[in-house]
């Protein structure tokens, strides 16, 4: 039943419109989770020092670009990060706290993000493998993301 107060059906409607966007953008997204579920959630960012704090623009750039560094070489000690480009990327660092892009790429899966752009610019490390595959397994992952999304099945030779 419908509020008969005009103030009343507009909060109503604005409620049922913000729910009706929060669950279209988890649907959105949803499908994005499935690659990444072998990544476990990044640590939360914590506030910098004073001393980080006084240091200038650059020197803030340099010392992060310096620990993102030391951090990349430390998981990798620790079997917790195993890049397929070289240099490793910085997405899944600060996204998952950990990369596996190269134990996806020699599985046949994707890769993230940056890593895939480092494929197209001649970066990849792994052997065998091309960016033009790469390239050809997001495809099919996006196709068969928007097929999901959209309800409509895989064409009959696909099926199994």
């Given at each position: 039943?419908?509020?008969?107060?005009?103030?009343a059906r507009l909060c109503a409607l604005s409620l049922t419109l913000l729910l009706a966007a929060c669950a279209a953008y988890q649907a959105q997204h949803e499908a994005a989770a499935p690659a990444a579920a072998s990544h476990e959630t990044a640590p939360a960012a914590v506030r910098p020092s004073g001393e980080f704090s006084e240091l200038t623009s650059d020197g803030q750039i340099a010392r992060v670009r310096g620990e993102?560094?030391?951090t990349k070489a430390n998981l990798a000690r620790q079997g917790r990060y195993s890049c397929c480009i070289?240099?490793?990327c910085t997405e899944c660092l600060l996204k998952y706290g950990q990369c596996h892009c190269r134990d996806a790429v020699r599985k046949q899966g994707p890769?993230?993000?940056e890593c895939t752009e480092g494929w197209i610019e001649g970066k990849g490390a792994v052997e065998g493998v091309t960016a033009w595959e790469l390239l050809e397994r997001k495809k099919k992952l996006l196709d068969?993301?928007?097929r999901q999304q959209s309800g409509e099945q895989k064409p009959p030779e696909q099926q199994h």
């Open positions: 039943m419908m509020p008969r107060h005009p103030l993102v560094e030391e070289k240099p490793p890769c993230c993000g068969e993301t928007n």
